[in-house]
């Protein structure tokens, strides 16, 4: 059974910095793009930003220069700095794994973390 366990929500002023963190655990062969979504209060899920295994990234229009996505491939871990929180990144963020396993072979399949809060106050 693959998981993905995230970590580093919490409580923030505005103008402060998190760092999320993502670990991939379990039985499996390869993970490609990993990434981080986020959902606000009444909003719809929406991507933060993704790495792919070899290091290429995308990021949202809107949030790109204040957040940095960064992964280590020996850890199964990706991350993510975010810097000059604002009220509105207030949101709980997912993180996402193309993951190939037994379950899914020869195909990559989505995966999914259980999503940590992050607030971030006025």
């Known amino acids: 059974q693959v998981q993905l366990v995230e970590s580093g929500g919490g409580l923030v002023q505005a103008g402060g910095s998190l760092r999320l963190s993502c670990a991939a655990s379990?039985?499996?062969?390869?993970?490609?793009?990993m990434g981080w979504y986020r959902q606000g209060p009444g909003k719809e899920r929406e991507l933060v930003a993704n790495i792919t295994r070899g290091g290429g990234t995308n990021y949202a229009d809107s949030l790109q220069g204040r957040f940095t996505i960064s992964r280590d491939n020996a850890k199964n871990t990706v991350y993510l700095q975010m810097n000059s929180l604002k009220p509105e990144d207030t949101a709980v963020h997912y993180c996402?794994?193309?993951?190939?396993?037994?379950?899914?072979?020869?195909?990559?399949?989505?995966?999914w973390g259980q999503g940590t809060l992050v607030t971030v106050s006025s």
């Open positions: 379990g039985r499996f062969f390869n993970i490609n793009t």
């Open positions: 996402n794994a193309h993951i190939l396993d037994g379950t899914s072979w020869p195909n990559y399949r989505e995966v």
